[in-house]
């Protein structure tokens, strides 16, 4: 290839019109004295080069400072696991008081964080997933923008006031509802008994209601800029076979946004998942294990390690908690990542 | 089936932008009407009012009459989802729902009229796609989605769709205007056909289309942009192309403006 072109440019490059032509293959050539050409090529080149750089450089620091949180977590954690006088996964046990006999494990843990998130979660989808529908279908334009704009700032509210209102507000108002629960649907697991009791609010009842409402903006959001994407062609298309409002919901904007709600959902879990302050705020701290109830108390990842972070005086009690972190990490990261992954592939029903 | 269609006096609002005045026309039960004019004369808009799509667009307003068989489609106990049902819509761009089949995509009408019945469904599916000269082309892959198929089988797959509820009235917006011309000439064909059953009212930017398809055409210009559209006549349509009545329409026809 470079040994029929060489010819070609050679006789070329005496013609004016040659040297224009000849552009790509000529700046290796050193027979070609065009002095304009090339810088003008190498400015152009420049600019191109250092956007080009410095997108991947953001781009890769995002990725290095991920990959540094984890590798930060894992170094920190093993020395503690391996000096774990319990298994991790499955004791119920939290003893981090003295480094030469530690007994830890994130049973309890995960039971609270995954019922108090599960509870917020069934809690939200289904109002959230109204409220975007409303917004996107049944609201006049007026009231839509104001609306949506309400339920935006229910995630401006820090999680600390979300706290103190859980905890102070709606823990005593929602404790007869609970104590109801309890007394009529206990025979049912997880309305059971729990290791407090169930008048008192401060337990993941309560918490999951409180996370409903901080992760209610964000799936809102994400379903709400979903089903307004739902082609118009398509909704036409049905209202001109004479469906009614609900019936093109039903066969055109739910089909279309079903996964960008799912998605969002998972966008919520992984919220709701991480939540500290409001959880430390709202559940009692209990040495009694939970009962696999929802009126249980107890502590969550987060909220455990926001909790011991006053004791952080040695490094093998400090990996314990750093362990725990490691696993709500890895959560998180998991459902974020499953969460991007099927709303990316929202609308894909068209292929 | 088929019915006819009167127009008197319909004005059609935007906001409070005027798009069409004053337009008076008859269309006549099992023949084919086009509507022809340059953009933004007001066409679609009237034939979006023929089955109250017009109204679904934010602010937009209907005055005047429009009656089918002699009945105001506008009238205030009449419920515009009735009217879609009777009056079905073939829009520009084939826009078969993608998350159903084949199947389901032409019997969707039925489902919203609360029809469960498999094999009487699956009867009208047949019929249909056969009507709409696709049931050969696709009747191994009726699961397979909608949006499988070619851009012209996908129209054709629309049009089983708006005639499997057995429409009074079949309105075609535009409906080869991003088709090829063979799939254009199926089309073409198939209107020829749906005429012996149903009334079909299109509009076309293809004087040619108009021409070769329709009974009667009528022309829609308006005198200034930001002007409302005007009907300005309709003839049948030999008549309006060799020998039209006013000079704005000899002008367009003749490729002088527009």
Redesign the interface.
Known sequence: MTDSTKPEQRSEGTGTAGALRGVPEEAPGPENPTPESPSDKSVVRLGDRIFRSVATGSGIFVIATIAAIGIFLLIRAIPSLQANEVSFLFSREWQTGDPSNLRFGILDLAWITVASSLVALILAMPIACGIALFLTQYAPRVLARPFAYLVDLLAAVPSVVYGLWGALVLAPVISPFAVWLNNNLGWIPIFADGNVPAGSGANVFTAGIVLAVMILPIITGVTREVFARTPTAHIEGALALGATKWEVVRTTVWPFGRNGFIGGSMLGLGRALGETVALTIILSYTYTPPNYSIFDAGATFASRIALGSAEFNNNLSVGAYIAAGLVLFIVTFAVNALARWIESSSGKGKE | MAKRLDIKDLNLHYGKFHAVEDVTLQVQARSVTSFIGPSGCGKSTVLRAL?R?HE?I?GARVDGKVLLDGEDIYAPSVDP?????TI??V?Q?A??????SIRDNVV??LK??GEKNKKKLDEITERSLRSANLWEEVKDRLHK?G??LSGGQQQRL?IA??TA?QPDVLLMDEPCSALDPISTLAIEDLIAELKKDYTIVIVTHNMQQAARVSDQTAFFNLRAVGEPGQLVEIEETGKLFSNPNQKATEDYISGRFG
């Open positions: 089955n799509m679904v934010a989802v009735q009217v879609r049902r079905g819509m829009f761009r826009n078969p729902f993608p998350t159903m969707a009408g919203l009229t989605p949006g499988s629309c769709r708006a509820v």
